[in-house]
């Protein structure tokens, strides 16, 4: 034991936490992935303990926290221990409590006699306030924990932590803000590319002596050879081969990797491509330790199980020392593969990024095959903070001297945006903040309308904006006095500067109008010369009577092809013209017309010159403009006497710029300021609309307080339904088809197949749930809300095929999806059910309701594993 009792000397921002939580303060420790974070955790969930208090850990997903709970009852027991994670309840008065946030969040909102107690929160990944979906709920937990809770907020590097300390303090009182930006293992950056000819990828340096490797830009640009394949230099560049790609780091003694790839079915295809090629990363002693991890996680799935979800092709695979790890595997699978990472036994897992967030596998070597990614509209580039994350698995403490990150070429980043998202440094944390149905309900439950309004104002959102403004009305102070000073300089002691430049506007405008007008006119005129009309043509060689062989409008510009009495062809157009043309007359043209032959052309000339065309007297089309040029002229204005008017107009443009952007700085001010509040009124109106919120009395409706009990995005719309009798008279199987449209979301770019439901009027019943919820949009949106996702009658089937009874085999074998999201889907659509059945006044329909989460609970939807990335 070197320090506070661990077997390891702990590092300085560890010493400088664990002291902070012994003063009894609060404490933000942003520190890199696999630094030693849980540490501090762990001393501050040991403090509690010792003096008798309870302590929860709190974590964005369900993976991480049954991860963090087997840690914990390792270290102190089963009955020490508890888990909650909303589809999941063990041991939940036992001392120490590992769950999701969202479920904090609800006992907070629910007053559970579980809070009693408390002593210590561990908030985990505590970036995640960030998170445009989940985020709010963050805040909600750390607004309403009492101050007496002492709270220990992880995060990853982030360069904006005083400020959430700041924010922090302001609500709970004393806090100690603790930064480390020092990795605990030195991370070595590649470039991953590969070149036509080469034995093998080349891994090549992304810096060198700390400055981006020269050798880098060579391999960008170049001709387009292909999908992904560039010609350089004589050289053909491209993507590094997968398998080429691992025996390269195979060869460089840099397993075990994790090989990021942001698509599910191209993870499935990396591990199928090097067990195709015959790679094989696995000793005879560590295919057995794999054999029995398989056995330990899946041996409890039957035999039609394992053939719906191809587990001998996974199992073969993973002997090998490859796997694959996404949301489309079932958490048994991915538990798999993390236990057999974890032992050491496999040696590359192909994965999605959301392996990234919080469990705990590092590895020696990150690979990200491209930094773009899809977010379910477009393909946007990694920022420099989802960059980090990801290469914070690289490299493993107390195992590995160095990690390495290798970033593959692709034909779409350059070398440089490598070198700018490795380099930086810059991870500002911003809230995501906003009111949510629910959230509305319970502070009108909980407190009055300024109340509310107080608590609002307490949000990180609003202390950033607090923040913003102050910066705003600096700016807005110093533009004031930029525009007035220019307004200053801008006095002209011979006239009123701004009036003389209302009048040269003025005659802009009005110059402006009679050249349209003229051109107008001008075109008019054109539009009826017709081949064959002979004109008047001045300009050089070519003066004289031209015949106009072709007449079009092109680009918006009237234009004619003219053959003059030389033979010349002349191309005019109306901006070069002052006024139309003087028609002298008109020919017959030659037959065929073809205007583009030298034939024709040579017959018009002939018969241009076989007649005599003679101009009329006075038609000299320059002196007609300059005429018009002398009648526009204005007399002297006085202020263009001023010899420094040049300068002094300069400065009053410059007054008008200024002076717009201080009116845009007054806006962005008063939205700003109290803007929370002012979204979360918008949300009470619409609650007030439909009948949940009294908005004179400020008190709940019997709805409203139906809907406090509803957790859940679309929970609003749920409830309506609810109320409204849309699950009224129905079995389980054909409730659980209607609910499901309120948790399934189509994502595929192939078009979904058509809805199924059991029964026409079942059918009649989902119609119904989307005229409502397009009404309720309708309402959002004309209050300024953000409008509700649409429900999506795609699982439907099979959700009405699953609590039927149907097996698992079927339901893979026929529909266009992977065993993973049928189980999380189903598992939100029980949490979901379970919560509309404790609501629903009908008592039939809550039964229904009860009845169909209780049959969806079964095989592999009920297996114990929570693994939901």
Request: hydrophobic share 40%.
């Amino acid at each position: 034991m070197t320090e506070s009792g661990h077997e390891f000397k702990l590092d300085r921002f560890q010493v400088d936490a664990i002291a902070a939580i012994d003063e009894d303060r609060h404490v933000v420790v942003a520190a890199p992935t696999g630094s030693g974070k849980t540490v501090v955790a762990e001393h501050a969930i040991e403090r509690a303990r010792s003096a008798s208090q309870r302590s929860f850990y709190t974590t964005p997903i369900k993976a991480l926290s049954n991860q963090k709970y087997h840690d914990l009852v390792a270290r102190y027991g089963e009955a020490a221990v508890g888990l909650l994670t909303g589809d999941r309840a063990i041991n939940a008065g036992a001392p120490v409590v590992v769950m999701t946030t969202e479920v904090l969040r609800n006992m907070l909102y629910t007053g559970a006699r579980d809070l009693t107690g408390l002593g210590t929160v561990i908030v985990d990944e505590v970036h995640f306030l960030q998170d445009a979906y989940r985020g709010p709920v963050w805040e909600e937990v750390l607004i309403h924990l009492p101050s007496s809770t002492q709270l220990v907020c992880l995060s990853a590097t982030v360069s904006n932590a005083a400020e959430l300390a700041d924010w922090i303090s302001s609500l709970k009182g004393d806090i100690t803000t603790v930064v480390e930006t020092h990795r605990p293992v030195e991370l070595v950056q590649h470039y991953f590319v590969a070149e036509r000819g080469a034995a093998q990828p080349t891994l090549l340096p992304l810096f060198v002596n700390g400055a981006p490797n020269p050798e880098g830009e060579r391999f960008d640009g170049g001709e387009r050879r292909g999908r992904d394949r560039y010609r350089n230099g004589g050289r053909t560049v491209f993507t590094p081969r997968r398998g080429d790609a691992v025996r390269t780091l195979a060869a460089h003694q840099m397993l075990p990797a994790i090989y990021f790839i942001f698509s599910r079915a191209q993870c499935d295809e990396a591990a199928a491509t090097c067990h195709r090629l015959g790679i094989s990363l696995t000793t005879a002693e560590e295919r057995e330790r794999i054999q029995e991890h398989i056995n330990s996680h899946l041996g409890g799935l039957d035999e039609e199980e394992r053939r719906a979800l191809d587990v001998d092709r996974f199992s073969a695979r993973l002997l090998d020392g490859i796997g694959a790890h996404h949301a489309g595997m079932i958490p048994a699978m991915k538990e798999t593969v993390e236990a057999c990472f974890v032992d050491g036994v496999v040696k590359v897992v192909f994965a999605t990024e959301t392996l990234a967030v919080g469990i705990n596998m590092p590895a020696r070597t990150v690979v990200i095959e491209k930094l773009t990614k899809y977010n379910g509209e477009t393909h946007e580039q990694l920022t420099a903070a989802e960059f980090t994350q990801l290469t914070g698995r690289a490299g493993r403490r107390g195992i590995d001297a160095v990690g390495h990150a290798a970033v593959c070429w692709s034909p779409w980043v350059t070398f440089n945006d490598v070198v700018g998202l490795a380099s930086s440094r810059s991870f500002r944390l911003r809230s995501a903040f906003r009111s949510t149905y629910n959230m509305a309900v319970n502070l009108v439950a909980r407190h009055d309308r300024s109340g509310a309004h107080r608590l609002l104002d307490q949000s990180f959102a609003q202390f950033q904006a607090d923040r913003d403004v102050v910066k705003l009305a600096s700016k807005l102070e110093r533009c004031i006095e930029r525009r007035d000073a220019a307004r200053r300089e801008s006095i002209s002691e011979f006239g009123d500067i701004d009036a003389y430049r209302g009048r040269r506007r003025a005659d802009r405008e009005a110059q402006a109008a009679e050249r349209a007008a003229r051109i107008d006119a001008l075109r008019a005129q054109l539009r009826r010369l017709r081949p064959g009309t002979v004109i008047s043509v001045d300009g050089g060689r070519n003066h004289g009577p031209g015949v106009v062989i072709a007449n079009a409008d092109r680009r918006g510009r009237r234009r004619l092809r003219v053959v003059s009495s030389s033979g010349g062809v002349i191309e005019l157009d109306e901006r070069d013209m002052a006024t139309a043309p003087e028609v002298l007359g008109a020919i017959e043209l030659p037959a065929p017309y073809a205007p583009n032959r030298k034939e024709f052309r040579r017959a018009v000339r002939r018969e241009l010159n076989q007649h005599r065309f003679e101009r009329s007297e006075g038609t000299d089309a320059s002196a007609a403009h300059g005429s018009d040029a002398r009648r526009g002229r204005s007399p002297i204005d006085p202020v263009e006497r001023d010899p420094d008017l040049r300068h002094k107009l300069d400065r009053a443009a410059a007054a008008d710029r200024l002076d717009r952007q201080v009116s845009q700085l007054e806006q962005q001010i008063d939205r700003a300021e109290h803007s929370v509040a002012r979204d979360f009124d918008r949300v009470v109106a619409v609650l007030a609309e439909y009948g949940f919120v009294d908005d004179e009395r400020w008190v709940l409706t019997a709805d409203g307080e139906r809907l406090s009990k509803v957790f859940h995005e679309s929970d609003l719309l749920a409830v309506v339904l609810v109320r409204e009798g849309c699950f009224d008279g129905l079995d389980a199987p054909d409730v659980a088809a209607l609910v499901s449209m309120l948790v399934y979301e189509h994502r595929s770019s192939e078009p979904p197949a058509p809805p199924w439901f059991s029964s026409r009027s079942v059918g009649a019943r989902a119609a119904d749930i989307a005229a409502r919820s397009s009404a309720l949009a309708a309402t959002e949106r004309r209050h300024r809300v953000p409008v509700h996702r649409d429900p999506d009658p795609g699982f439907a089937a099979i959700a009405h095929g699953w609590v039927s009874g149907e097996h698992l085999t079927g339901i893979l074998d026929e529909e266009d999806l992977t065993g993973g999201d049928f189980v999380r889907t189903m598992k939100q659509l029980i949490d979901l059910l379970r919560q509309l059945a404790v609501i629903a006044p009908d008592q039939s329909t809550a039964i229904a309701l009860a009845d169909a989460a209780e049959s969806a609970w079964r095989g592999v939807v009920a297996d114990d594993g929570v693994s939901e990335l």
